[in-house]
């Protein structure tokens, strides 16, 4: 650089206006610093140009329009009228058939025949077979054979008319138990079973008759005719004809007055007793509803004949809710009473291990007293809750037979009670896939004459589930718990028997092949409770069944 420096200075030193004749240089420069160049900021106009015109051109037109009608062509096209569609029907099939069987030599059958949806007539069979055929544990550990079986056939059919509708019953069932529960004291093994060997014969028919008028404001009317026929292995037998007719007319103001009607009479065989019993029941009642309130007013009227005595009887019956927010909280009380009825019939069907012959008195329920409030969390979620109190003579309970050693039979006791009562229900209902049950029953007793009450339970609970999954697995879920209950001592005991509580859970799963086949297992008493739902009668420990369902 500093030569380059020299030789510019040189040129620029030599280079005057006029060349001369060069004279000779011989000069040192010495530089300090290295040449930097640099450039000065440019200055920018920001001043854009304009050229100025004194001379202004403004154009002017001149035009018209001439209207002119167009003709529009435009052709109205109909819309199609919207119809109401329902919802499609499933189909139904005219036979259904299950089959099954289980450990404890269980089998299980069933077979139903019936007619397609028509709205005129229905007709249908219905046949069915449950039995135990294998032994089961008592308390001291020995293994009998319950005898155990239920067999049963029935026909049905409905007649369906403009303005009412007929319909007709026949049914048939026999079914029975060996008294195979015995004080395990005893120490015995086995009984023989002619001495222990029970069935019962049961020939029903039931004629029905009632309207069918879509207009409320009509009289409406339900009446029904049934008789009942009971034969056991020892000869002892039961006519029973029971009536029962109701009537109610709706007016424009909304009230509506009902009138229930009804007589029964039971014939039985002097084994059991010498005179007949016939119950003639009235009740006129009315009441009104409206989407604040239902009310109902009313009282009940019975006649209860026996033999020459005639005991007659009064129940009043009253009933008020109110709809605070309609479906979803609804409080309601009343007070009512009734009579219940009692005979070989509804015996055998409660517990068939009375004594042969085994006569029962009816059951007045002077007055019950109750306050609840129901309604809904949700569209799936509903409960009802409520409470009672109740003033009750000649309730009957079960009592072993003192007079057999065995005890392995049941009598009858009767006591004048107080009952209180707490119910509660939860239900639940997504959809068609899950939906479920929770309920508690909890009872309390004030005796008058007996210690106890005997085999009632105070508490029980229960829940059911069911899911079904596209309508091709199906589960189930049921879960029982009974409470503990008492026994009154039999000869052998001195003191009194506490059947201890237990929890029953059972589970189910059926697999739909096709809409026709389907198998199915079921797993009963999974937890092996040591259920007793007699005292000295044991139940089937944990059971498993299985088969197969077929529709046709």
């Given at each position: 650089?500093r030569?380059?420096?020299?030789?510019?200075?040189?040129?620029?030193?030599?280079?005057p206006?006029?060349?001369?004749?060069?004279?000779?240089?011989?000069?040192?420069i010495?530089?300090?610093?290295?040449?930097?160049?640099?450039?000065?900021?440019?200055y920018?106009?920001?001043i854009?140009p304009?050229?100025s015109?004194?001379i202004s051109i403004?154009p002017?037109?001149d035009?018209?329009?001439?209207?002119?009608?167009f003709?529009?062509?435009?052709q109205?096209?109909?819309?199609?009228?919207?119809?109401?569609?329902?919802?499609?029907?499933t189909?139904?099939?005219?036979?259904?058939?299950?089959?099954?069987?289980?450990?404890?030599?269980?089998?299980?059958?069933?077979?139903?025949?019936?007619?397609?949806?028509?709205?005129?007539?229905?007709?249908?069979?219905?046949?069915?077979?449950?039995?135990?055929?294998?032994?089961?544990?008592?308390?001291?550990?020995?293994?009998?054979?319950?005898g155990y079986?239920d067999?049963?056939?029935?026909?049905?059919?409905k007649?369906?008319?403009?303005?009412?509708f007929?319909?007709?019953k026949i049914?048939?069932?026999y079914?029975?138990?060996?008294?195979?529960?015995?004080?395990?004291?005893?120490g015995?093994?086995e009984?023989?079973?002619?001495?222990i060997?029970q069935?019962?014969l049961?020939?029903?028919?039931r004629?029905?008759?009632?309207?069918?008028?879509?207009?409320?404001l009509?009289?409406?009317?339900?009446?029904?005719?049934?008789y009942l026929?009971?034969?056991?292995?020892?000869?002892n037998?039961?006519h029973?004809?029971v009536?029962n007719t109701?009537?109610n007319?709706?007016?424009?103001?909304?009230?509506v007055?009902?009138?229930?009607?009804g007589?029964?009479?039971?014939?039985t065989?002097?084994?059991?007793?010498?005179?007949n019993?016939?119950?003639?029941k009235?009740?006129?009642?009315?009441?009104?509803?409206?989407?604040?309130f239902?009310?109902?007013?009313?009282?009940?009227?019975?006649?209860?004949?026996?033999?020459?005595?005639v005991?007659?009887?009064?129940?009043?019956?009253?009933?008020?809710?109110?709809n605070?927010?309609k479906?979803?909280?609804?409080?309601?009380?009343?007070v009512?009473?009734?009579?219940q009825?009692?005979?070989?019939?509804?015996?055998?069907?409660?517990?068939?291990?009375?004594s042969?012959?085994?006569?029962v008195?009816?059951t007045?329920?002077?007055?019950?007293?109750?306050v609840?409030?129901?309604?809904?969390?949700?569209?799936?979620?509903?409960y009802?809750?409520?409470?009672s109190?109740?003033?009750?003579?000649?309730?009957?309970?079960?009592?072993?037979?003192?007079?057999?050693?065995?005890g392995n039979?049941?009598?009858?006791?009767?006591?004048?009670i107080d009952?209180?009562?707490?119910?509660?229900?939860?239900?639940?209902?997504?959809t068609?896939?899950?939906?479920?049950?929770?309920?508690?029953?909890?009872?309390?007793?004030?005796?008058t004459?007996?210690?106890?009450p005997w085999?009632?339970?105070?508490?029980v609970?229960?829940?059911?589930e069911?899911?079904n999954?596209?309508?091709?697995?199906?589960?189930?879920?049921?879960?029982f718990?009974?409470?503990k209950?008492?026994a009154?001592?039999?000869?052998l005991d001195?003191?009194?028997?506490?059947?201890?509580?237990?929890v029953?859970?059972n589970?189910?799963?059926?697999?739909?092949?096709t809409?026709l086949?389907?198998?199915?297992?079921?797993f009963?008493n999974?937890?092996n409770?040591?259920?007793?739902?007699?005292n000295?009668y044991?139940?089937?420990?944990?059971?498993?069944s299985?088969?197969?369902t077929?529709?046709?």
């Open positions: 650089m030569y380059i420096l020299v030789l510019g200075l040189a040129i620029t030193i030599g280079l206006g006029r060349v001369y004749a060069q004279d000779p240089i011989d000069k040192e010495v530089v300090v610093n290295p040449y930097q160049p640099s450039l000065s900021d440019a920018k106009i920001n854009l304009m050229v015109d004194s403004r002017s037109f035009y018209s329009i001439q209207p002119r009608k003709d529009t062509k435009f109205i096209q109909p819309i199609t009228p919207a119809r109401l569609v329902g919802a499609p029907l189909k139904l099939y005219r036979s259904y058939l299950k089959l099954g069987f289980g450990n404890y030599l269980v089998p299980n059958a069933e077979l139903r025949i019936n007619s397609l949806r028509s709205k005129k007539s229905q007709w249908g069979i219905d046949i069915q077979h449950f039995s135990i055929n294998g032994k089961l544990k008592l308390d001291n550990d020995h293994k009998v054979k319950p079986f067999n049963s056939v029935s026909v049905y059919g007649r369906i008319f403009n303005k009412s007929i319909s007709g049914s048939g069932a079914d029975g138990g060996d008294f195979y529960g015995y004080n395990p004291i005893l015995v093994t009984l023989p079973r002619d001495q060997q069935n019962y049961k020939l029903d028919g004629m029905k008759l009632g309207s069918t008028h879509k207009d409320s009509h009289l409406n009317y339900i009446g029904s005719l049934d026929y009971t034969y056991d292995h020892y000869k037998f039961e029973g004809a009536l109701e009537l007319q709706r007016f424009r103001s909304g009230t007055f009902g009138l229930g009607l007589a029964e009479y039971y014939y065989s002097e084994s059991i007793d010498s005179a019993n016939t119950i003639i009235l009740n006129p009642w009315f009441g009104k509803n409206t989407s604040a239902i009310y109902k007013i009313g009282f009940g009227l019975a006649l209860d004949i026996y033999g020459e005595k005991d007659p009887l009064i129940y009043p019956e009253a009933l008020l809710q109110i605070v927010v479906g979803v909280l609804m409080p309601y009380f009343g009512d009473g009734r009579m009825v009692n005979n070989y019939r509804t015996v055998v069907e409660e517990n068939r291990y009375i042969p012959g085994l006569k008195n009816n007045h329920h002077k007055i019950r007293g109750y609840g409030l129901k309604g809904s969390f949700s569209r799936e979620i509903s009802d809750i409520n409470a109190y109740s003033l009750v003579d000649n309730m009957p309970f079960y009592v072993n037979d003192t007079v057999d050693i065995l039979t049941f009598n009858v006791v009767y006591d004048s009952m209180s009562k707490i119910y509660g229900e939860l239900k639940h209902l997504h068609d896939r899950l939906s479920g049950l929770l309920s508690l029953t909890w009872m309390q007793y004030k005796m004459g007996q210690e106890k085999h009632m339970p105070r508490l609970v229960s829940l059911t069911q899911y999954l596209r309508n091709k697995i199906l589960l189930d879920m049921e879960v718990y009974v409470g209950r008492y009154r001592p039999s000869l001195t003191e009194i028997l506490t059947l201890k509580g237990f029953d859970l589970l189910g799963l059926e697999y739909r092949y809409k086949l389907s198998g199915f297992v079921r009963n999974i937890l409770a040591r259920n007793q739902a007699w000295y044991s139940g089937m420990g944990f059971n498993v299985f088969g197969f077929y529709a046709l």
